[in-house]
């Protein structure tokens, strides 16, 4: 068997429920193990993930994100490893389940529930939308390749000293649910809408997750909005994945916007 045509070694096999059939890796592998759910989160009947035991560079990560597409891998830079990483605080979904939710209807049914329990007064940091939610923004404009550009990004985030974690998911966004990623749980109870947004963003912005920590989420974008009303726009979409990011940081819409203008990263936080 030639260096191009490797089988995944077996520890990466059992992550894949059909064994990882017809998938392929030919890179080295970093030290590391399989990472089970603890008994108190989920008793599922393969690994969450895999995690090496040291940090991981931005050439590492580059490496196995080239790969995804034969090793059916998706590398993900693993912030604050002793939680939930090792301890394995984690509660994974199956990628299937995403598919029954939209980037759309999540925001919707967001906003509709937060306007209906505050006070009028505080739709003033929605404006210009205010109680009426203006659904998903138009898609950006490429201006890079978004494999590129998620490289760079695990280059600016690789200096923490990140354990490198692998997914077997068919895209980046399916990670935060079959890695069983609990970080938004304080805004959203489970993981698998979310995963829906991720991946309409992908679609829509060239997104892809490049960094998860225990309540942080970091993704790279190849096509940012540009102008600043279409940035508004996106801003809105970012309050109802995350208004923590929103509220707690800029304190409204238009100044949430004027950071994510032309911006290649988009870092979420949830208290």
Same mark, same amino acid.
């Given at each position: 068997?030639?260096?191009?045509? +490797?089988?995944?070694? +077996?520890?990466?096999?059992?992550?894949?429920?059909?064994?990882?059939?017809?998938?392929?890796?030919?890179?080295?592998?970093?030290?590391?193990?399989?990472?089970? !759910?603890?008994?108190?989160?989920?008793?599922?009947?393969?690994?969450?993930?895999?995690?090496?035991?040291?940090?991981?560079? &931005?050439?590492?990560?580059?490496?196995?994100?080239?790969?995804?597409?034969?090793?059916?891998?998706?590398?993900?830079?693993?912030?604050?490893?002793?939680?939930?990483?090792?301890?394995?605080?984690?509660?994974?979904?199956?990628?299937? +389940?995403?598919?029954?939710?939209?980037?759309?209807?999540?925001?919707?049914?967001?906003?509709?529930?937060?306007?209906?329990?505050?006070?009028?007064?505080?739709?003033?940091?929605?404006? !210009?939308? @205010?109680?009426?939610?203006?659904?998903?923004?138009?898609?950006?404009?490429?201006?890079?390749? !978004? @494999?590129? #550009?998620?490289?760079?990004?695990?280059?600016?985030?690789? @200096?923490?000293?990140?354990?490198?974690?692998?997914?077997?998911? %068919?895209?980046?966004?399916? &990670?935060?649910?079959?890695?069983?990623?609990?970080?938004?749980?304080?805004?959203?109870?489970?993981?698998?809408?979310?995963?829906?947004?991720?991946?309409?963003?992908?679609?829509?912005?060239?997104?892809? #997750? #490049?960094?998860?920590?225990?309540?942080?989420?970091?993704?790279?974008?190849?096509?940012?909005?540009?102008?600043? %009303?279409?940035?508004?726009?996106?801003?809105?979409?970012?309050?109802?994945?995350?208004? %923590?990011?929103?509220?707690?940081?800029? @304190?409204?819409?238009?100044?949430?916007?004027?950071?994510?203008?032309? &911006?290649?990263?988009?870092?979420?936080?949830?208290?």
């Amino acid at each position: 068997m030639g260096m191009n045509d +490797q089988r995944l070694p +077996q520890e990466l096999r059992e992550l894949f429920a059909d064994g990882g059939r017809g998938r392929t890796l030919a890179l080295p592998m970093p030290a590391g193990e399989l990472v089970w !759910p603890d008994p108190g989160f989920a008793r599922p009947d393969r690994p969450a993930f895999w995690m090496s035991d040291g940090p991981a560079g &931005a050439r590492v990560w580059s490496r196995f994100r080239s790969e995804h597409a034969r090793s059916g891998l998706w590398p993900v830079l693993l912030d604050e490893s002793a939680q939930p990483w090792a301890t394995g605080q984690v509660a994974p979904d199956d990628a299937a +389940q995403i598919e029954h939710f939209t980037a759309d209807g999540f925001m919707s049914e967001v906003w509709q529930e937060w306007v209906a329990q505050v006070p009028a007064e505080a739709l003033t940091e929605l404006e !210009p939308y @205010g109680a009426l939610c203006p659904g998903l923004a138009p898609p950006g404009a490429l201006v890079a390749e !978004p @494999g590129a #550009v998620a490289d760079w990004l695990a280059g600016e985030l690789a @200096g923490r000293g990140m354990p490198l974690g692998l997914a077997a998911v %068919d895209r980046s966004a399916d &990670a935060l649910a079959v890695m069983g990623w609990q970080g938004a749980l304080h805004h959203n109870e489970w993981m698998v809408p979310l995963a829906a947004v991720v991946r309409s963003w992908e679609e829509r912005f060239g997104a892809r #997750v #490049v960094s998860l920590g225990f309540n942080t989420l970091d993704l790279s974008v190849a096509a940012p909005p540009a102008e600043l %009303d279409h940035a508004l726009h996106v801003a809105a979409e970012h309050w109802a994945f995350c208004p %923590d990011n929103v509220v707690q940081g800029a @304190g409204d819409l238009r100044g949430y916007a004027a950071q994510i203008a032309g &911006a290649h990263a988009w870092s979420f936080w949830w208290d």
